[in-house]
């Protein structure tokens, strides 16, 4: 057969491949299918171009080229489809998790719904993670082994397999150490996307959870980044694991002639006007006394989460310290020198 017929065929025959790839991502996002079926618009908008490359480079594939150039046209194209493949695979699994995802994030709110959706969304990005990394490692070796020399070699590599599996597994220790440790934090409940927690004295939330590592966004805009490894090897405070409800305090150092009574009763009327407390929890109470005349006053409240926690403690704070300025003056912190009388000499 001549070379002229032969490209001309590929050039149709991918052309005709392209052209049902098409036919069916329009159908997918037709009237008929895509408002009723709902892995549609995820499986169009990743899976298009992928999709595109993989009929083309099978359609290729199949089609005879001259001698020639036969030999390795034929080996670039077989690691070229199983490229393709595994790129369509993967996207395909990411469109057919994403419309999942999607339907957790919408859920709003801190109540058990809004954990339980996080835990699975947390669970579904780590999941879908592992198996990417799996398919492209069994993709590189189905690539490997296309090639003559590495398929000879196989009996030998298999008969090897022990010294080597206990080679890699020390070289990929610490990497094998951090793929565990996000499955574990994943499938324990221990951490999960957009939990607040405080690490190294550092308030954030968990913006990113991968195999290896942890992105924490700081409360000023700042990421902090961990291996996975060390949230199974260190301590840590998670403030939203059950609940994102918490209690803040206020600690205020004034003179012992200071009117608690009237303070706690000031502090009640200031936080039923605040929209940041929760209605539930306050109070005002004498914790220490101090050298110098000066007591110790915490008050207490609650707020939904950590954030409004925080602002209602400064606010609280600022007004109480008004209040005591302008209606109680004698009462803020001074140091009192007792003279002793003049020797009688």
């Given at each position: 057969?001549?070379?002229?017929?032969?490209?001309?065929?590929l050039v149709v025959t991918v052309l005709l491949a392209v052209a049902a790839v098409e036919v069916v991502r329009r159908v997918l996002r037709s009237r008929l299918i895509g408002p009723r079926w709902g892995p549609a618009e995820p499986l169009v908008r990743r899976c298009t171009w992928p999709g595109f490359a993989?009929?083309?480079v099978a359609t290729a594939n199949s089609v005879y080229l001259p001698d020639s150039a036969g030999g390795a046209v034929e080996r670039a194209l077989d690691l070229l489809l199983i490229g393709c493949v595994t790129w369509l695979v993967i996207q395909a699994a990411y469109a057919v998790t994403d419309q999942v995802l999607e339907r957790l994030v919408a859920v709003e709110g801190d109540g058990n719904?809004?954990?339980r959706a996080r835990r699975i969304r947390t669970q579904i990005t780590l999941v879908r993670r592992v198996a990417a990394a799996v398919v492209i490692v069994v993709a590189l070796g189905a690539m490997l082994f296309t090639f003559?020399?590495?398929?000879?070699l196989g009996a030998g590599l298999l008969a090897s397999a022990g010294i080597i599996g206990v080679v890699a597994g020390i070289a990929a220790q610490s990497m094998l150490g951090n793929l565990f440790a996000g499955l574990q934090l994943a499938?324990?409940?221990?951490?999960r996307l957009d939990d607040v927690v405080v690490v190294e004295n550092e308030w954030g939330r968990i913006e990113e959870l991968t195999l290896t590592y942890v992105v924490l966004r700081l409360w000023?805009?700042?990421?902090l980044v961990l291996p996975v490894s060390y949230f199974t090897q260190n301590p840590f405070e998670n403030w939203t694991r059950h609940g994102s409800r918490v209690i803040g305090h206020v600690v205020l150092r004034?003179?012992?002639s200071v009117p608690v009574e009237e303070l706690r009763t000031e502090l009640y009327h200031f936080l039923r006007g605040n929209p940041l407390w929760d209605q539930k929890d306050w109070t005002l109470q004498v914790t220490d006394m101090l050298p110098n005349g000066l007591?110790?006053?915490?008050a207490l409240m609650s707020a939904a989460d950590s954030a409004s926690a925080w602002d209602l403690k400064c606010d609280a704070r600022e007004h109480l310290i008004t209040h005591i300025r302008e209606k109680h003056p004698e009462a803020l912190p001074r140091f009192r020198v007792v003279e002793e009388p003049p020797s009688g000499r």
């Amino acid at each position: 057969m001549s070379p002229v017929p032969n490209w001309i065929a590929l050039v149709v025959t991918v052309l005709l491949a392209v052209a049902a790839v098409e036919v069916v991502r329009r159908v997918l996002r037709s009237r008929l299918i895509g408002p009723r079926w709902g892995p549609a618009e995820p499986l169009v908008r990743r899976c298009t171009w992928p999709g595109f490359a993989t009929a083309a480079v099978a359609t290729a594939n199949s089609v005879y080229l001259p001698d020639s150039a036969g030999g390795a046209v034929e080996r670039a194209l077989d690691l070229l489809l199983i490229g393709c493949v595994t790129w369509l695979v993967i996207q395909a699994a990411y469109a057919v998790t994403d419309q999942v995802l999607e339907r957790l994030v919408a859920v709003e709110g801190d109540g058990n719904r809004n954990r339980r959706a996080r835990r699975i969304r947390t669970q579904i990005t780590l999941v879908r993670r592992v198996a990417a990394a799996v398919v492209i490692v069994v993709a590189l070796g189905a690539m490997l082994f296309t090639f003559p020399a590495v398929r000879a070699l196989g009996a030998g590599l298999l008969a090897s397999a022990g010294i080597i599996g206990v080679v890699a597994g020390i070289a990929a220790q610490s990497m094998l150490g951090n793929l565990f440790a996000g499955l574990q934090l994943a499938f324990s409940d221990a951490l999960r996307l957009d939990d607040v927690v405080v690490v190294e004295n550092e308030w954030g939330r968990i913006e990113e959870l991968t195999l290896t590592y942890v992105v924490l966004r700081l409360w000023d805009e700042r990421r902090l980044v961990l291996p996975v490894s060390y949230f199974t090897q260190n301590p840590f405070e998670n403030w939203t694991r059950h609940g994102s409800r918490v209690i803040g305090h206020v600690v205020l150092r004034v003179d012992w002639s200071v009117p608690v009574e009237e303070l706690r009763t000031e502090l009640y009327h200031f936080l039923r006007g605040n929209p940041l407390w929760d209605q539930k929890d306050w109070t005002l109470q004498v914790t220490d006394m101090l050298p110098n005349g000066l007591v110790e006053l915490r008050a207490l409240m609650s707020a939904a989460d950590s954030a409004s926690a925080w602002d209602l403690k400064c606010d609280a704070r600022e007004h109480l310290i008004t209040h005591i300025r302008e209606k109680h003056p004698e009462a803020l912190p001074r140091f009192r020198v007792v003279e002793e009388p003049p020797s009688g000499r």
